[in-house]
């Protein structure tokens, strides 16, 4: 099935506004990923380093009360920039607390200064004119355009609540390059069947996404469970040790005192 022959299912059969997917796929604009980038290096062991460093954009985003749009934005601008531009892994933190800076300013209603990031001393990591010069870059990067298409955009189209568990999806999406790398539409359609929506006839394609993303979740929780299932064992063992000791200690204290009577 076509993308045209299922936009046009979706369109009949849910009532979507024509005028706004078609607003959507204007702006929208191919992913660009420079696949000879090290950056983008993974295996079935570890992650890219690029997976890694948004990772730690989400981390740092936690202590903002900011929309999935401002994290989506971001990862677009970190992609973009590392399509165009060779940067040392010094400066990638830079690029990430920039991009998300960047970000933060273009879709959050408040007024957003510059997020800087600093020590455990409390020292600036990065000088202000470096600051200044990656915003620059990456402006230029963006060819001065943020207004861009998202997968949550997508899915607000089809009349998708971007619950938490919603934005869940979305996130461990943007962290995972393998899943990332297909397109918003492409994305917002396996959310729809992963989320077992009855609407949605899907293709080929779509499946294959969908189940990716399913498999990479379990595997997801796999590990989540081993780590915790290892951390209640070394906090469970430590007690029992510790009660082995006390009743060796005790033992010879006993045979002590019998020896002294």
């Known amino acids: 099935m076509s993308f045209a ?3 046009f299912f979706l369109i009949c059969t849910a009532m979507f506004s024509f005028a706004e997917l078609r607003d959507l796929m204007t702006r929208d604009k191919p992913k660009t990923f420079n696949k000879h980038n090290p950056y983008y290096s993974y295996d079935s062991v570890s992650p890219s380093r690029r997976d890694i460093l948004i990772q730690w954009i989400i981390a740092q ?3 903002f009360q900011h929309s999935i749009k401002t994290l989506e ?5 970190i992609d973009t920039y590392l399509n165009y531009f060779n940067i040392s892994q010094e400066y990638l933190q830079l690029l990430g607390i920039s991009a998300y800076s960047i970000a933060s300013k273009f879709y959050e209603t408040e007024i957003s200064c510059q997020i800087k990031l600093y020590d455990q001393e409390g020292q600036p990591l990065y000088k202000d004119e470096e600051y200044n010069e990656m915003e620059e870059q990456i402006v230029k990067a963006m060819g001065y355009q943020l207004n861009l298409t998202t997968s949550s955009d997508y899915l607000l189209a089809m009349n998708v609540e971007i619950d938490e568990k919603v934005q869940n999806l979305l996130m461990f999406m943007l962290i995972d390059y393998e899943i990332y790398q297909y397109s918003h539409f492409e994305l917002a359609l396996a ?7 009855t609407r949605l006839v899907v293709s080929k394609k779509i499946l294959i996404v969908s189940q990716l993303i399913h498999k990479k979740l379990i595997k997801a929780q796999e590990i989540s469970c081993d780590k915790y299932e290892e951390d209640t064992k070394s906090v469970g063992r430590s007690p029992s040790v510790q009660k082995r000791i006390s009743k060796k200690r005790d033992f010879k204290r006993q045979r002590l005192i019998k020896q002294q009577n």
């Open 5 to 7: 022959v299922q936009l």
């Open 61 to 63: 985003s936690s202590q």
């Open 73 to 77: 934005l971001a990862v677009l601008i």
């Open 191 to 197: 959310i729809l069947h992963y989320l077992n929506d």
